[in-house]
């Protein structure tokens, strides 16, 4: 059974989890990607607070109709390239909850065992699945700054299906696998 | 009104982002059989194969990344080509508009997104003259993430004991697979060149992408070496997107370009399991006369 998680993403309900178990995530979570991270590792400030929040690695489909935004499409984008600038942001920012595909690195799986961080991983290129759990979006920041792909969207998802993969306790499904493909060549 | 030419390449994007072949799928199914039921890589492919029946029945993207679209067309002798990159730079232009494709467009110098998707070089349009009548028009939309785990190598490579022969590719191909793990989107497909120059070696390694994934290569070398190598990426246990498991790759696709006698390049494109390829046939109107692919 997966185990639900609801924002605000406390570091206690953080530390519960464990590398393989699935995760149901509902409340809200903001999609940043390239731009974003390197604009808040280099001292930037966003105007909502990502304290006990989370990051989605996602430059989704948007589209305005009637005046509303909609999410066409959300899946995770490659969480990898944003390496460099995870770690300080979950330092400086109180970040508990990392949403993307591919895993990250050992500086991030420090900095989430240091600071009481998880990463979840979304099936990559499920847009629709994915899509379906958004329920609202109740802003945008940077659209113009950033572009709509790089923008911070806000929004609210109720049961986002993702998988524990790297936890607070210093462990990583990636570098296992990692290291056992490697051992086969 | 839109021209007939860009009705039908609207349909043809709006169909490729939306409506993943059927010989993917098959291979996506039989490789959710291969894994064990409860599994993270079971439970992966599950999502994916609902998001494939989703995706289809919406006609909404199936990946919200709609990738770099690749046009590849064949057209009759003396056919005006100014008429065909009009009519593909117009449906490009409406699929953005309507949300069949993302904004994905990046001017590499000031950082700025390019209205509807066009600027330069992008979309790609290969054109190609044949003896023919009609106009075949296939399109690949390749993901970024699948992109950027897509490598050169150059033989002999030291670090990877591998030399300038099919044994040294061979190495090459499960080096790629390895350094790639879950970042391209596995399970995918490998489109190889062996040969070519820089350029050529990498185009011609993305063409095999063209192929249908039950086909066969054109030479009995290449074709075992495509068994040999699936065979052997299934063994490294990387898995539905990284998550370990019995399938890494849906496919290996290889081609071979002649080559300098000092250069021995392996080019291995990689493709995301959401493999975006559509096709169809045009009358000299426009109109849609078949579906490739089918």
Redesign the interface.
Known sequence: MPVTLTYPFTSASIRRLKV?E?VLLSGRIFTGRD?LHKFLAEGGHTPVSLKNGAIYH????V?RAKGRWRV????P??S??EEPYMAAIIKQHGLTVIIG???MGAETRQACRRYGCVYL?A???????L??TVKNVSGVHFHKNF???EALWELEVIDF?C?V?MDAHGHS??E???K???A?? | MPSTWTKSLLELIRRTSADLPRDVEAALRQARRQEKPQSSARWALDTILANIRLARARNAPLCQDTGTLLFYCAVPFRFDTRRLTAAIHAAVRQATHEGSLRPNTIDPLTGCSCAHNLGAGAPVIHIEFAPRRTVAIRLIMKGGGSENVSTQFSLPDARLKAGRDLEGVRRCMLAAVAQAQGNGCAPGVLGVCIGGDHATGTECAKRQFLRPLNDHASEARLVALERQVLADAQKLGIGPMGFGGATTLLGVKIGALARLPACYFVSVAYMCWAFRRRGVVLDSAGRVVRQLYD
């Not at chain 1, 066409?72 to 899946?75: I, N, S």
């Open positions: 393989g699935r731009r996602c430059g989704p489909v589209i066409r499409a959300a899946g984008t490659t990898i390239r595909k591919g895993g991983h099936v990559g290129g499920a847009a629709q699945v899509a379906d572009g709509p792909t299906p998988l993969t499904l990636h296992l696998i990692a056992l493909s490697e086969k060549i």
